[in-house]
């Protein structure tokens, strides 16, 4: 049975899609089917994996409001195990149009069950925004995992991010876990990410993935050449990190749907 995981913060900019496509392409790497759900009506996890926008290919938005059964949507990537499917413009309108139909919170976790069977790990790419894609995805998902960038408003940001997902825990879905706080874009010449970091840790204990994120030039070049950082430059810091966040994630899974994560979330 696949596990499904939200890759969410209302930040922008903190590497939700970078975490996305890369985590997606280390677990197939290790040989795990894996398909990353473009929730982000930006598209850009979809351009991040080689594909152009293309307003006659079928995408989320068919499966999520045009009745198009979701395991027709998946994408091959250059990645062997990886799939993608992908999102596009029409998506802004999908939190109008969710909005109308009954358990509109659940349209998308009723609609991902077939894709359990097919793919060990589903990730969601979520927007920047609690939203209803956003909402669907929380109800959807077994766990989330959070990037968090090394500045300086992030424990703020992920004080309150933490406080929505225990509301949606006790309102929507009671299984959600949090998989982890990933730290991400963490600059090891500097102060502030050293302060940063502790201060998360120290707040958030084992909440928090031992992987870290360094900012990698490599890491931002990647997506702009449609190709995970295993296929761009697999030797980088960056791609190690990302083999490194695999491990945690299939450790997590060994031990059982995000057991750690479960006890982590106690008093969120």
Excluded: W
């Amino acid at each position: 049975m696949g596990r499904i995981i939200a890759i969410t913060n209302q930040k922008g900019g903190v590497g939700k899609t970078t975490t996305a496509i890369n985590l997606g392409a280390a677990l197939a790497l290790s040989s795990l089917p894996t398909v990353v759900i473009d929730c982000d009506p930006q598209a850009n996890t979809t351009g991040g994996l080689g594909f152009a926008r293309d307003p006659g290919r079928r995408s989320l938005y068919h499966g999520l409001l045009l009745g198009v059964p979701l395991e027709e949507l998946p994408l091959s990537t250059s990645q062997e195990n990886l799939s993608l499917i992908p999102s596009e413009k029409n998506l802004v309108g999908a939190n109008i149009e969710l909005s109308e139909q009954p358990e509109r919170e659940h349209v998308l976790g009723k609609k991902l069950a077939s894709l359990r069977e097919r793919f060990q790990f589903i990730l969601l790419d979520c927007p920047p925004a609690l939203d209803l894609l956003t909402l669907n995805a929380l109800v959807a998902a077994d766990s989330v995992l959070v990037p968090v960038q090394c500045e300086y408003f992030a424990l703020e940001g992920l004080s309150e991010l933490l406080d929505t997902l225990a509301r949606v825990r006790r309102t929507h879905n009671p299984k959600l876990a949090v998989e982890g706080i990933l730290l991400t874009m963490f600059d090891d010449r500097t102060n502030l990410s050293h302060q940063v970091r502790d201060d998360i840790e120290n707040f958030f204990g084992n909440r928090v993935f031992k992987t870290v994120i360094p900012r990698n030039v490599r890491l931002a070049e990647a997506p702009s050449h449609g190709k995970p950082i295993f296929a761009y430059d697999p030797d980088c810091r960056g791609a190690e990190s990302y083999r490194q966040l695999a491990t945690e994630v299939i450790s997590h899974d060994s031990q059982g749907v995000g057991e750690g994560a479960q006890r982590a979330y106690s008093g969120a």
